[in-house]
């Protein structure tokens, strides 16, 4: 594996690791129980996840906290659905990041198949009534 793609492999385990404390937290708030069920199958994605390119890289990341703290900032700014919707956007914008990547690391694929449809779960979750 060489240095870019170690690099870009690294900022998506990153990417994944972080976002499983935004899905806890969001899934911790949810009153309706279809919508806590969800975001904790996205987070089990997310940890299905760091733990196959951990296994591809032989790399380890450590979980970080920011994410976290900037989605429940967003979350009393614009509410649960207008993160919802920032969220669904980010899954939709890593998915065509991390397509570019497949041609080397075929087994990405799975991971792009699964955030977009992270992000259209999300989009289905805003959209409830």
């Known amino acids: 594996m060489n240095n870019n793609g170690q690099k870009e492999l690294l900022k998506i385990m990153r990417y994944a690791s972080d976002s499983i404390p935004v899905y806890e937290m ?5 009153k309706d129980p279809r919508v806590r069920e969800a ?3 996205i987070r089990d994605d997310k940890q299905s996840h760091v733990s196959l390119m951990e296994r ?3 790399t380890t990341v450590k979980q970080g906290k920011g994410d976290r703290r900037f989605f429940t900032v967003i979350r009393g700014v614009f509410g649960l659905k207008g993160t919802m919707n920032m969220m669904a956007q980010s899954e939709y914008d890593a998915a065509n990041e991390h397509e570019k990547l497949t041609g080397t690391y075929p087994w990405l694929k799975r991971v792009v198949q699964d955030e977009r449809r992270h992000g259209d ?3 289905r979750l805003k959209n409830m009534k």
């Open 26 to 30: 969001m899934a911790g708030k949810a």
């Open 39 to 41: 975001l904790l199958k």
């Open 56 to 58: 591809q890289t032989g």
């Open 121 to 123: 779960t999300l989009v």
